[in-house]
């Protein structure tokens, strides 16, 4: 697959993923790397690497710096290596569609969707898809009064990466995430545990379809320093919940699903509308998300997916060193 492609945000985890998965999807690749620190690590997976300007990115000589390096080294393909990147080019799809360039975007609904856990929270209601009890918190009693008794799960209505995030005991609980977040805080009744913790990646076709669901259920280390999964080969209940997903909010490219289960109920926690931080991972497992953008969005063929290989994966924390 002859391709020159442009990973935004290399200094990120996201965005070192997709490098290591265009690797395995073909070497023959070329790669680009885009992030705003001269010091970011994933440079050195690249085979050249370009330093985002000290700009905006609200300023026309932002879009003018990035038209005149996807011309200069004639990029075929943007993957955004960074939640922010695919917010900034979904603002910017009238601009951009004048580019010689395709940028990977899910649709600007489900983007929408993605950014704000309240409206997908009345999203998935209005589709008749079950929804984690939640509510915009005022006091106390109202909480208790719409989501039982505690405990309770607050977070950002807007937010990524479980920053923000925390469980709510007593009144005192709730005071103190209102002073951090009002009015910018979501609370929901507390599902499932950690070990029942599934994130899933499809890869839709705006049409209603996608491919197989590859299901990880995963665990988090100590303040996410660490994370290990495992595969999980069939799941009924989860791809059922995946095919409503799919069919309600007819993604486009990679899509990523955050379930727990509580029992025999699956809850859907939210909706990355982007390649997930996990992708490398999947890729070593036969689920790589990047080289399905590649083969969809340039070579202009829908990609297949046969499924995970069974297996454990783990990520962990590691050392570069240069020597001067």
């Known amino acids: ?133 939640s509510c915009l918190p005022s006091t106390w009693a109202d909480c208790q009064t719409q989501l039982g008794a505690p405990p309770y799960w607050a977070k950002p209505r807007q937010g990524s990466g479980g920053r923000g995030q925390g469980r709510i005991e007593d009144e005192q609980d709730l005071a103190y995430f ?15 545990t950690d070990a029942e913790e599934y994130t899933v990646a499809v890869f839709g076709f705006a049409d209603g379809s996608a491919t197989a669901p590859a299901i990880l259920r995963r665990r988090l280390g100590a303040g996410g320093a660490t994370w290990s999964a495992e595969t999980v080969v069939s799941d009924p209940p989860i791809e059922a919940f995946c095919q409503r997903l799919v069919q309600a909010f007819k ?24 390649i997930s931080a996990s992708t490398s991972l999947r890729a070593a497992l036969g689920c790589n998300e990047a080289g399905m953008c590649v083969e969809y969005f340039h070579v202009q063929r829908r990609p297949q997916f046969a499924g995970l290989r069974a297996g454990r994966c783990s990520r962990y924390i590691a050392d570069h060193v240069e020597f001067l």
Request: hydrophobic fraction near 45%; charge should be negative.
């Open 251 to 274: 993604p486009l490219g990679p899509t990523n699903f955050q379930f727990r289960k509580e029992g025999d109920q699956v809850w859907l926690l939210e909706i990355n509308p982007r």
């Open 1 to 133: 697959m002859a391709c020159t492609v442009l990973v935004t945000g290399v200094g990120a985890i996201m965005g070192q993923g997709i490098i290591a998965s265009l690797r395995l999807a073909d070497p023959a690749i070329r790669i680009i790397g885009l992030d705003r620190s001269a010091d970011a690590v994933g440079q050195h997976a690249c085979d050249a690497f370009v330093v985002k300007p000290a700009l905006a990115e609200s300023s026309p000589d932002y879009a003018e710096f990035l038209r005149q390096l996807i011309e200069r080294e004639r990029i075929d393909l943007v993957l955004p290596g960074i939640e922010q990147d695919v917010f900034y080019f979904d603002s910017q799809r009238a601009l951009i569609a004048q580019w010689p360039v395709t940028v990977v975007l899910n649709t600007p609904e489900l983007i929408a969707l993605g950014r704000d856990k309240w409206r997908l929270h009345e999203a998935l209601l209005g589709h008749g898809l079950p929804a984690i009890p």
């Open 178 to 192: 209102q002073r951090k977040q009002a009015p910018n805080l979501l609370l929901q009744r507390l599902v499932g």
